[in-house]
């Protein structure tokens, strides 16, 4: 289903990292993602592809806070979260940082959706991660 739906928001949509995390995410565990939260995401790939923060990251950060207020997460729950969740892509994935994770940018030579594998990889991470945060908080683990 993930890679099918990142070919689909890629390929067919031309939607960005950062709205096809969030449309996934939202579809994985229930959660709506509101038509203005995507268009605030519209610039989110790598803030505006200047490579600076990945839009795979911050497309989770946004949706964390989403999922969190959903399920009466705290403040502070919601921000140990988005901490967490930084912290442990950092580890698994060397940076937060689109010009580390896509050191070629964004060049018209470029191959078209050059970043599937990695968003693949990343939406796959963010999954396990939300169902842990569930687990930690004692909510259901449940997704779609």
């Not at 969030?22 to 579809?27: A, Q």
């Not at 803030?47 to 839009?55: I, K, L, T, V, W």
């Not at 842990?132 to 004692?138: A, Q, T």
Request: proline fraction near 5%.
């Amino acid at each position: 289903m993930i890679r099918e739906r990142i070919k689909q928001y890629y390929r067919q949509d031309n939607l960005n990292c950062a709205i096809t995390t969030l449309k996934i995410l939202g579809e994985k565990f229930a959660v709506p993602i509101n038509d203005q939260v995507l268009d605030a995401a519209v610039g989110m790939h790598g803030a505006g592809g200047s490579r600076a923060q990945c839009g795979l990251v911050e497309g989770t950060l946004l949706f964390l806070g989403i999922w969190g207020r959903k399920n009466s997460l705290s403040d502070d729950d919601i921000i140990d979260a988005c901490r967490e969740f930084a912290t442990t892509f950092t580890a698994r994935f060397g940076s937060l940082l689109c010009k580390e994770l896509r050191p070629e940018g964004f060049s018209p030579d470029n191959p078209p959706h050059l970043c599937e594998p990695l968003t693949c990889a990343t939406i796959i991470f963010s999954i396990e991660f939300i169902t842990e945060c569930s687990k930690k908080y004692g909510l259901p683990t449940n997704t779609t």
